[in-house]
Every structure is written in structure tokens, then in C-alpha cells.
């Protein structure tokens, strides 16, 4: 993980005030770097000045790659590197993936503009793992940049005509206002050869090319990953224990986890009573408990893993509980349905992998101190503003911070427990099950209308939008605590493997009941927890992290609020 700023401008300011210097900081902890070129104009008032700021959380080879890498100190091509790129043209990556990605940058030997441009495109559409990225080619004269195709790495822009500037950033400045979420549908370029000569001409900053992640473009392609399998089942087919997909769908999510848990270093100034370099974002609920139980097989066994649980106190439900004086204090946070199946799960996990040392650190958030933060994830969040994004990163903002009451051989509440904060680097997250397996009602909605045609039709489009939603708010929020969130279900390959799947073999609305009482929403994945020992998991409702951990609307007295509504200060 790292924060990236870059400007593309006529001026000598690069546009970094310090307060957004600190919040890249916060991001990369373990390195700051800045560079800079110079491009001659036809003019010496059309010069053109690139300015690079990287900062580096190291979590890939064994050494920190400072950043901005570049072809040579001070001179030469540049790249800002944000991500981790588990695989590029289909083989693993060993090593720093940014030094990698960098040497394939610097690979072509021509010197045309066209040759080095589609060497560069061919280059980055051949990269799997979530990463933004800022790149000059100094030879080709052009800047790219853009994010991964599933958008799980953040990256703004901001076009200012009468500030003759360009300027890219993981996070936005405060005052936000200007700032746009670059798409994730392509990769983007300026080129500087024609910015120079047109630096003071009307809207010309924002002249930029975008390239298709596919060469030919196919828009049957999902995400540009995959084509959707819109396979109808066969009369009287069922989804049970003894479905093949059951064991592929388990070698995959292993398969995805791989990277995204082996070899992660050791923090620095780690706790030395505790190895822990993993930690899961965790509700107790289906998705979050199978990436946990599958982790625990591939961790060392020497190593912990944190389960991070959080749970707030809504003044609307602590004004409910005071009319029920049977209830403690600590209700407010243990009565979270987060919290409740959080428990459950913890101890379920506990007796499924013995040997493994797990940490249950449940985060009780005061409102009066979710307030005080407020601000703060507002200006991360943004360009998002409803009362969902805040109810949503609220949630995430507390979560990553990693600071609670920490159990280990106790599942129940305890008075005085503990309080510690997670030392990993390393979130997990469940993100994306959901899309991909038929997780939410308005699945079950599409299949009561019209059957599996509509159902297809729902779920091709969930996951044709997963790169457009909230995945850069998401990071925005998480990194800001120097951690990295990781989201097994949205590797490349597992993704593609899931929708090449028929969708009979992941959910199974046709077949209502079961005989194990397993409810059809994702059924594959709830065999998949039942195989694993993990009986209660594997028949938990879905329920929104807003719900769960009760951030949703939390300023409004009656909760009668919309969530579209736009958040006010």
C-alpha cells in the first residue's frame, strides 16, 4: 500500500499542502519520496513541471523500494506505484511487484511514440492484483495512469484550466471540492508534447486518452475478466454436498488467499508476544469466517490472527434499551448484531483450528467519539457524500484502526478485558462474495419475477459494476491506519472461475429448503462452511455492515433518513 501524488502543471508549486504530505504519510509510513522533471515548451511560459510524491507501506520483497522508482535519480521515466500485483502475464510475482512492474515498464528498447505505447498499455493490461499507478514515460513522452479494472485501489484527479494543471492523488486535499474518482473502465494518458504547446489554451487540461483494458474491446466481457455463464440448470437439478463445484470453489478461494497471506514481513515494532500479520475485517458473518478458517490453514501456525469486530453505540438504540431496565451497560455494544454473530463465530473457529492463536478485538465506539472523527472520514470518503458512504466508512474507519478489547481463551463479555491494537499490516476483507455467489434479497427478488433468466441477468450486472462502485472510498478510508486491505474473492482468476460458473451452482433459489437447513442465498459457500466445521456460520442471514454494526444513520433521531441523502457538516 502507498499514497501517490503526482501534478502535471506550468507552475512552481507542486500542490502538496502538508496536511495532505501527513495523510499520504498515513498511508505509507515506512517511506517518503518526491521527484521531479522538467519539459521544455515552445515557449519558456509553456514549460511544463511533473512533480512525483510516493509514499511506501512495504509489504513485498525484502527491502523497502523506496519510491518514486525511476530510470535515473533526477532524470528519466518515473512510476508511482499503488497496489500489489500478484500475477503479470498469467505468472507469479516474486520480489517487490513495483520494481517488477517498473523494469517491464522500462523493457522497450524503441523509440517511437507508438511502439512505447502500446508497450506500456500491453504491459499494464497483463498485470492481475489491485493497484493505481502514475507513470511518465520520459522517451514517449506521455504520463498514464489509472487503476486496477476492479477499482480496488484509489486515485483522484483534478483538471484546472486557470491553474494550467493536472494533479492525481490517492486522497484529496481539503477543501475537496474539484476532485473526481478516476474510472476504473481503462487506462488513461496525457500526452505532454501537445499539453506544452496548448498550456494556456481553454479546457485543454483536460485532454486525455483513454485505452480499453481489452485489445479488441469486447463488451460481452465482464469487468474485462471474464464472460458470464448464462447457462440455464438442467430439470431437478439440486446443489448439495456432493456438487463438483464444492471442492473447485474451495481449491480456488486457497488459491486466492495464497498470496494474500504468505510472506507477509513482520510489522515493525511488532508486539514480541504476539506474531500477528494477518487480520480479518470480522462480522461473524458467512464470507469473513471462510476466508479466517481457510487462512488458518495456510498461516504458520507460529503466527496469530486477529478477528476485528465493531460494534457503536447509536443513541437511537441506547434510547430503546433505557426503556428496558433489565438491560446493562454493556449492551450498547454487545446487543450488535455484529457483534452477537462475531461471538459465535469466534468460538466456532476457536474449536475448528486448534493449535491456531486467535484474537477476538471487539472496538466499542463511543457516538460522541465517532463524531469527533467525523470530519476526518468525510474528507477521506470524498468524492462520496450520502449518509450511506458515512454510515459504511464509519464502520471501516473504526475497524482498521484496530484498537479494542482483546479475547483469547474467553468468548463471552468480560468487565475489564485487555485492550490492545492489532500490529498487522494486512486486512482481509469479504467483499464480493455477495456479487458473485447471490448473496443480497434482491437476488431471491429477480429469481421470484422471472426465474433464473432474471436472476442471471441481476447478478451479470452486480459484478459488471463492482468496479464502479465504492471499493476506492473503502481503500481511502482503511489505508489511512498504514494497513492494506486484501479482498480474496476479487482476485482475477476467482472471479473469473465464478462467473464461468452456471449460477445454479452458486445459489439455489429453485430449491428453497434443504435438507441440512441451508438457506439457498450463496448456497455453495454455506456447504462450503458446513464442510469446514462451521455449522452456525454456514446458516447466518446476510445483513449489511451498516446494520450489523448499528452505524447506519446514526445522527438521525428517527433513522427516517434516506441513505441517498447527502451528508451534511
Same mark, same amino acid.
Given at each position: ?60 520483497? *525484502? &527491502? ?12 528519466? /521515466? ?26 517491464? +515498464?522500462? /523493457? ?6 507508438? *511502439?512505447?505505447?502500446? &508497450? ?9 492484483? $489491485? ?27 483534478? &483538471? ?14 481539503? $477543501? ?14 496525457? *500526452? ?21 483494458? +481489452? ?18 440448470? $438442467? $430439470? ?59 487462512? &488458518? ?9 486477529? +478477528? ?111 485492550s490492545i491494537s492489532t500490529s498487522a499490516r494486512v486486512l482481509l476483507s469479504g467483499l464480493g462474495a455477495d456479487e458473485l455467489f447471490g448473496g443480497y434479497s434482491r437476488h431471491d427478488a429477480a429469481f421470484k419475477r422471472a426465474g433464473y433468466s432474471s436472476l442471471i441477468d441481476e447478478l451479470k450486472l452486480d459484478v459488471s459494476r463492482i468496479g464502479q462502485r465504492n471499493l476506492g472510498r473503502d481503500d481511502r478510508i482503511m489505508a489511512h491506519w498504514g494497513r492494506e486491505v486484501r479482498f480474496p474473492y476479487l482476485d482475477e482468476d476467482f472471479v473469473r472461475h465464478a462467473i464461468s460458473s452456471p449460477v445454479w451452482e452458486k445459489c439455489d433459489f429453485e430449491n428453497a429448503t434443504h435438507p441440512a437447513v441451508i438457506d439457498p442465498a450463496k448456497r455453495i459457500l454455506r456447504l462450503l462452511a458446513d464442510q469446514l466445521d462451521l455449522p452456525i456460520t454456514a446458516r447466518q442471514r446476510k445483513r449489511a455492515i451498516q446494520f450489523g454494526s448499528r452505524t447506519a444513520k446514526i445522527e438521525s433521531a428517527t ?11
Amino acid at each position: 500500500m502507498c499514497g501517490i501524488h503526482a501534478a502535471i502543471t506550468t507552475s512552481t508549486d507542486p500542490g502538496l499542502p502538508s496536511e495532505l504530505r501527513r495523510s499520504l504519510v498515513n498511508r505509507g509510513p515506512d517511506h517518503l519520496g518526491q521527484t521531479q522533471r522538467e519539459i521544455p515548451g515552445t515557449s519558456p511560459d509553456h514549460q511544463l513541471r511533473l512533480y512525483f510524491t510516493s509514499t511506501v507501506l512495504a509489504l513485498r520483497g *525484502d &527491502h523497502i523500494a523506496k519510491q518514486p522508482l525511476e530510470e535515473n535519480a533526477g532524470v528519466g /521515466s518515473v512510476l508511482c506505484w499503488n497496489g500489489e500485483a500478484w500475477r503479470i502475464d498469467g505468472k507469479p510475482v516474486c520480489g517487490n511487484d513495483g520494481e517488477a512492474v517498473f523494469s517491464l +515498464l522500462q /523493457s522497450s528498447t524503441s523509440s517511437t511514440v507508438q *511502439d512505447r505505447e502500446a &508497450h506500456v498499455i500491453r504491459v499494464l493490461r497483463n498485470i492481475e492484483g $489491485p493497484f493505481a499507478f502514475v507513470y511518465y514515460d520520459a522517451t514517449g513522452g506521455r504520463v498514464y495512469y489509472g487503476r486496477d479494472r476492479l477499482g480496488r485501489r484509489s486515485l483522484l484527479i483534478k &483538471h484546472s484550466d486557470k491553474a494550467e494543471s493536472i494533479v492525481l492523488s490517492s486522497i484529496a486535499p481539503v $477543501p475537496t471540492d474539484g476532485w473526481e474518482e478516476i474510472s476504473s473502465d481503462g487506462i488513461w494518458s496525457v *500526452d505532454l508534447k501537445t499539453l506544452s504547446s496548448t498550456a494556456h489554451e481553454p479546457t485543454c487540461w483536460n485532454q486525455t486518452t483513454r485505452h480499453d483494458w +481489452l485489445l479488441p474491446r469486447n463488451d460481452e466481457m465482464i469487468s474485462s475478466i471474464g464472460l458470464f455463464n448464462k447457462e440455464l440448470p $438442467p $430439470p431437478g437439478h439440486k446443489l448439495d454436498f456432493d456438487s463438483p463445484s464444492l471442492q473447485s470453489l474451495r481449491e480456488k478461494l486457497i488459491e486466492s488467499l495464497k498470496p494474500r497471506v504468505l510472506d507477509v514481513p513482520e510489522p515493525p515494532k511488532a508486539n514480541s508476544s504476539a506474531d500477528v500479520r494477518i487480520a480479518i475485517l470480522f462480522s461473524g458473518g458467512l464470507d469473513c469466517t471462510i476466508l479466517a478458517r481457510l487462512a &488458518h490453514e495456510l498461516v504458520p501456525i507460529g503466527q496469530g490472527i486477529d +478477528l476485528i469486530n465493531v460494534a457503536f453505540e447509536n443513541p437511537r438504540q441506547v434510547a430503546l434499551q433505557a426503556k428496558q431496565p433489565h438491560l446493562q451497560a454493556s449492551d450498547i455494544y454487545e446487543g450488535c448484531p455484529d457483534r452477537a454473530t462475531g461471538r459465535l463465530a469466534f468460538a466456532e473457529l476457536q474449536s475448528s483450528c486448534p493449535g491456531r492463536y486467535w484474537r477476538f478485538i471487539a472496538v466499542n465506539v463511543p457516538f460522541k467519539e465517532a463524531m469527533a472523527h467525523k470530519n476526518k472520514v468525510l474528507s477521506l470518503i470524498y468524492p462520496h457524500d450520502t449518509e450511506m458512504d458515512l454510515s459504511i466508512a464509519f464502520a471501516l474507519y473504526f475497524a482498521a484502526r484496530g484498537t479494542g478489547d482483546c479475547y483469547v481463551d474467553q468468548i463471552e463479555w468480560q468487565s475489564s478485558p485487555p485492550s490492545i491494537s492489532t500490529s498487522a499490516r494486512v486486512l482481509l476483507s469479504g467483499l464480493g462474495a455477495d456479487e458473485l455467489f447471490g448473496g443480497y434479497s434482491r437476488h431471491d427478488a429477480a429469481f421470484k419475477r422471472a426465474g433464473y433468466s432474471s436472476l442471471i441477468d441481476e447478478l451479470k450486472l452486480d459484478v459488471s459494476r463492482i468496479g464502479q462502485r465504492n471499493l476506492g472510498r473503502d481503500d481511502r478510508i482503511m489505508a489511512h491506519w498504514g494497513r492494506e486491505v486484501r479482498f480474496p474473492y476479487l482476485d482475477e482468476d476467482f472471479v473469473r472461475h465464478a462467473i464461468s460458473s452456471p449460477v445454479w451452482e452458486k445459489c439455489d433459489f429453485e430449491n428453497a429448503t434443504h435438507p441440512a437447513v441451508i438457506d439457498p442465498a450463496k448456497r455453495i459457500l454455506r456447504l462450503l462452511a458446513d464442510q469446514l466445521d462451521l455449522p452456525i456460520t454456514a446458516r447466518q442471514r446476510k445483513r449489511a455492515i451498516q446494520f450489523g454494526s448499528r452505524t447506519a444513520k446514526i445522527e438521525s433521531a428517527t433513522g427516517r433518513l434516506r441513505g441517498t441523502a447527502q451528508v451534511t457538516t
